[in-house]
Nanobody
């Protein structure tokens, strides 16, 4: 079974930065497409970014130019570097894995999820 564990969330002031980590156990992250999602109460889980097996990346328009996804195969970890954070980025952030390459910003594409990490942007 694929296990994913997110970490790195917390409270940060507007304009600040955080780096989230998604660590895998039981499988190689490099063999899957990995996505980052976020969710706030009452809203659907939305795609933030993904990195494919080959290393291609993509971002939601709302985070382009501010967030960067990367993968360290040696550490079996995917990162989400988040800069210029604003209150609208407050959410629980999840990473997920899938073997299918279709709509990778859609939560419906993924079957394996981590437990989430809370990011709160507030002064």
């Amino acid at each position: 079974q694929l296990q994913l564990v997110e970490s790195g969330g917390g409270l940060v002031q507007p304009g600040g930065s955080l780096r989230l980590s998604c660590a895998a156990s039981g499988f190689s992250l490099g063999s899957y497409h990995i996505g980052w999602f976020r969710q706030t109460p009452g809203r659907e889980r939305e795609g933030v970014s993904y990195i494919t097996m080959s290393g291609s990346t993509n971002y939601a328009d709302s985070v382009k130019g501010r967030f960067t996804i990367s993968r360290d195969n040696a550490k079996n970890t995917v990162y989400l570097q988040m800069n210029s954070l604003g209150p609208e980025d407050t959410a629980v952030y999840y990473c997920a894995a899938t073997g299918t390459p279709w709509d990778l910003l859609s939560r419906r594409e993924y079957k394996s999820w981590g437990q989430g990490t809370q990011v709160t942007v507030s002064s």
